[in-house]
């Protein structure tokens, strides 16, 4: 996952005046999490009122009428400031040479390699963003008392040159805050480069972390840098650092002690100047009993833990999270915000036990928006059955739904139930009256009189 789009509300806006290549482009970048508006023509881009509002700009070179570079010149002279990335699909060292000095981020050769163009924007939407002070928590969404716990420690250690050790289950949004982190640190300026340690075997993993020279194995037929080089001055996220082999963990281990390290068949010794987050979603101490990691890189890497709890308990935070997908995945996914959730998903919703997390509640939302078609989201559109939820509360009952049921013999008191309603909707929305409002059916002022009546304002 690339940093978070939505804090921003920018769009990675690509110019190509090839079709197909503009929807690889713009899927790419979509399933990386980014907000995405393309482009035919430089012209197009030009009178868009977007123009201004890019986080980071994919240009090809060759464009009809008005070239890449012409482009990259007339956004220089009209002072407007965007990271850009070219594509060319010609290896024109000249040209590059032209555009770098001209302020161009990254000169990539088509076909471009997708976790090299990720990590490109990458280092361009954090340039772009600059250094923000990590107490704003931009696109970091949670009220809960152990959220802002989790909060306040990566404001702590944010600052500092410190290693940091992520854990939790997956999904918990452990790359969320390393960005966060990152962002509130004095080398938010560089870049934040991830590499997930489970995804790849031994070799590939060795190869993507140090680099390789030329001929150090079969296909490696030029010099590449590893993920250590292309974080310099920056932050290096490993995710799930569990699943690192021995041989791979011996070798980061020295990284940590003596911030040095090698290209893979390589004699040279190269700094490593970076900052180092780590996340595992495994119990790292268990695996020390078993062998299975090393018990000084565990160590170097325990440093500052900062542990995040999964979502089943922090449910104040479900509804402010789904109200923010909602908001956020609704112009993407249909091109317009949804007409909004109704009471009986939202208990859907609360009552599920989120065993993916937020990861997962996003994805629900997602799948919840196609299936609305930009209507109201009901239980229907949820992706698990209705008996998922076993403790979801019934839908409160209206005028054309009559309560079915005993009553108790000594009667019921309604008003000392409307009470605890409303109370129990001022807390879980942390005493926000407009979210109180709509868990309970009401209008804002009907909700204001209510709370009068029984002396909660």
């Known amino acids: 996952m690339i940093a978070n789009q939505a804090d921003t509300g920018r769009p990675v806006c690509v110019v190509d005046d090839d079709a197909s290549v503009r929807e690889a482009l713009g899927s790419l970048l979509r399933s990386a999490g980014l907000a995405v508006e393309t482009f035919r023509s430089a012209r197009e881009f030009l009178t868009s009122p977007r123009r201004d509002a890019s986080s980071c700009l994919v240009l090809d070179v060759e464009l009809p009428g008005l070239s890449g570079l012409d482009l990259q010149r007339e956004l220089a002279n009209a002072g407007v400031r965007i990271p850009i990335i070219f594509l060319t699909g010609h290896g024109d060292i000249p040209m590059s040479v032209r555009a770098m000095k001209a302020g161009a981020l990254e000169f990539l050769t088509k076909p471009v390699a997708g976790d090299e163009l990720l990590a490109a924007i990458q280092q361009g939407i954090s340039q772009h963003r600059g250094a923000a002070p990590v107490g704003e928590h931009r696109g ?67 190869s993507e972390l140090f680099g390789y020279e030329k001929g150090a194995f079969t296909g490696a037929v030029s010099a590449r840098a590893g993920r250590l080089e292309q974080a310099a001055g920056g932050t290096l996220f490993l995710d799930e650092v569990g699943e690192m082999s021995p041989a791979v963990q011996a070798k980061f281990l020295r990284v940590l002690q003596e911030r040095e390290f090698q290209r893979l068949g390589g004699t040279r010794m190269l700094k490593a100047d970076v900052r180092v987050i780590a996340a595992t979603n495994r119990d790292l101490q268990v695996a020390m009993t078993k062998g299975a990691f090393r018990e000084d890189l565990y160590y170097r890497l325990h440093v500052f833990a900062i542990h995040l709890p999964p979502l089943r308990e922090r449910q104040e935070d479900i509804l402010p999270l789904l109200e923010h997908f909602v908001q956020e995945l609704g112009p993407v996914v249909i091109g317009r915000p949804a007409a909004g959730i109704s009471r009986e998903a939202r208990a859907h919703f609360l009552a599920y036990p989120w065993p993916g997390n937020v990861r997962e509640l996003r994805n629900a939302v997602e799948r919840a928006l196609i299936l609305c078609e930009g209507g109201l989201i009901n239980p229907e559109h949820l992706p698990w059955h209705a008996e998922s939820a076993r403790s979801a509360p019934p839908p409160p009952p209206t005028a054309a739904e009559p309560v079915v049921g005993d009553f108790p013999a000594q009667g019921m008191d309604l008003e000392a139930m409307e009470r605890t309603l409303i109370e129990g909707a001022l807390k879980q929305t942390g005493r926000n009256k407009s979210k109180a409002a709509k868990l309970l059916g009401l209008s804002r002022g009907k909700l204001y009189t209510r709370m009068e009546r029984f002396g909660l304002s």
Not at 156 to 165: C, D, N, R, Y
Not at 167 to 194: C, D, M, N, Y
Request: charged fraction near 20%.
């Open 140 to 206: 970091v969404i949670g009220m809960s008392q152990s959220w802002r716990a989790v909060l306040a420690q990566a404001a702590k250690v944010a600052p500092k040159e410190t290693t940091v050790l992520l854990s939790g289950e997956s999904g918990t949004g452990k790359e969320v805050v390393a960005q966060l982190i990152h962002r509130g640190s004095r080398r938010s300026a560089g870049p934040f480069v991830a590499l997930n340690c489970a995804a790849l075997p031994e070799a590939l993993l060795e």
